[in-house]
């Protein structure tokens, strides 16, 4: 199946899971960030790498669904700690519900994660399932915790910057590729090298995001975005032109971002115009290239149906080059 | 072993995975909160009930350390949510690091408290263990959101606020002997009954807790303590008050709950004289004594050592009778 009908199967079936449940308000903002309109991405992928050695993806739904709350679970707690008032366009769960809300229906959300591990029957299978994962969500609230120190910190090297996005982002879609593999009774390379995959595309689908933020709208409506930018966050783009910068111009760029008066459109264009000037799109562009590479070899050594390999690499293409 | 011996086995157990590990700001948290000189009640009962069935606790220690990890996840995440300063007499986790680390440290407990049960080597009570848990971290979460409820809420049955302590409290340690019986093989009927005496000890424990918030101290050093009066709490002493009271004295208990002027000292005093004039007390008292004779009616009927169902009698009596 394409990514669309995947997408399909799981949302009919993540349907019939809906949390109407009693206490009402700890169960209903739990539906409302899982039927927000996410991508649902980790799903599809977790149903492909299970397709690629077994067609009856019964037995892989439950767990799709799991990672599904784990990923929505992470942004309803994420959201808390950024402050943010919007998630996929709508109101966030702790906006809309209050903090507390926010914090008791995250937590059960990640209880019922392991009710759908857990339901797994093969013995074997489930407990290399729960490790897999147990380890990968232990690895994400790392990643957040360097994000968050991140912010604090004066200088952040380019290697702790790729160490954090893949524990924040690239371990947990390797972790669903690996347990769809594993649930379908994939031979433990395969397992392996889907696990590599999902690390490398996590990484370049990362980057990727901070290219978009900066550079995305800007070519394809005519118009910049540069979230990031007013929020001084330190994307790879920053880190990069940090480290290429003379010792005037990382000062010049640190007293922009430590500027409150700038008007929001002249610090983009200060700071677009020193990235370009350092030419760091192109160096940050390679270096995503680099970890698409990775994630190509991994997949093309796989020993899965030709198919779903296809239909595994035009995800990644779609995940690495989407333009919003 | 008694409950001291016990204490001291786990403690030393416990000592050996102190969290030292990078991102320091994820992990300091939660080796404060486990080091904060807790009870480890729920361990020491998780000790009994396996040590009824087996003597080698080996197996035993690191479920209970699950479940002490639990239990603290969940006092940090609801010290959040009442905004309490302190616990155990110490800063709180969340006052002392801020609330964003209190959610992410409380997560990365959770997630651990998984990675604990998941080492469970039988493969028929790792899943055991883990529905139970699962079943019982849910039922937690839905306790606490019945607590943030009522707070709400203008009236609470007497039925619901019992739902809500045998939620909160109760089947955590119920569940906690359920693990230590399962994991060492006691009959299943023996597993049962353990989790009943646990329901209702804990029940027992949780009314004892409300009791002794406004008649313990006074009794025991001659001063009124009554801080969940203060603090306008719906426990049972006050629903009881409620249901007895004429319509004219519901809405002058109401009234004085409502009144923010009132002094402290005032307050406590005006209530509490309300409680007694309709001996809410000794109707209190008694409610708590059925469910003591409910929980020993279970621990007579249990296979196991008649001496580790004498140290459960003694814990149960230490948690229902304790004067503070």
Do not use: W
Not at 28 to 37: A, C, H, K, R, T
Not at 50 to 57: A, G, I
Not at 227 to 255: H, P, Y
């Amino acid at each position: 199946m394409d990514s669309n009908e995947l997408k399909d199967v799981y949302q009919t079936y993540a349907k019939a899971f809906s949390f109407e449940k009693k206490p009402k308000n700890l169960y209903v903002p739990v539906d409302y960030i899982m039927n927000l309109g996410g991508k649902n991405i980790r799903a599809i992928l977790l149903l492909m790498a299970y397709e690629m050695y077994d067609d009856n993806l019964d037995n892989a739904l439950p767990l799709a669904h799991a990672i599904e709350l784990f990923h929505n679970f992470s942004l309803v707690h994420d959201d808390i700690m950024d402050e943010a008032l919007l998630r996929r366009g709508k109101t966030t769960v702790h906006h809309k519900y209050g903090i507390n809300t926010g914090i008791l229906s995250g937590d059960v959300m990640l209880i019922y994660v392991y009710k759908f591990l857990n339901g797994v029957k093969d013995d074997q299978k489930r407990k290399e399932i729960l490790d897999v994962f147990t380890q990968t969500a232990i690895e994400v609230c790392e990643g957040q915790q360097y994000d968050v120190d991140f912010e604090e910190q004066d200088m952040v090297s380019i290697e702790d910057y790729l160490l954090m996005i893949k524990l924040k982002t690239a371990v947990l879609i390797a972790a669903a590729l690996k347990i769809g593999a594993i649930m379908a009774s994939a031979p433990k390379d395969d397992c392996q090298l889907l696990y590599e995959f999902g690390i490398n595309a996590g990484i370049a689908f990362q980057i990727q995001d901070d290219l978009l933020d900066t550079y995305g709208a800007q070519e394809l409506i005519g118009k910049k975005s540069g979230g990031d930018i007013v929020q001084n966050k330190k994307t790879i783009l920053f880190l990069s032109a940090m480290q290429k910068a003379t010792v005037e111009d990382q000062s010049k760029l640190r007293g922009i971002y430590a500027n409150c008066d700038l008007l929001e459109a002249e610090k983009i264009d200060t700071v677009t115009t020193m990235f370009n000037s350092y030419d760091v799109k192109s160096s940050v562009v390679s270096r995503r290239d680099e970890y698409i590479v990775k994630a190509y070899d991994s997949l093309n050594k796989l020993k899965g149906k030709e198919a779903s390999k296809e239909s595994l690499k035009q995800m990644a293409e779609y995940l690495i080059r989407r333009e919003k």
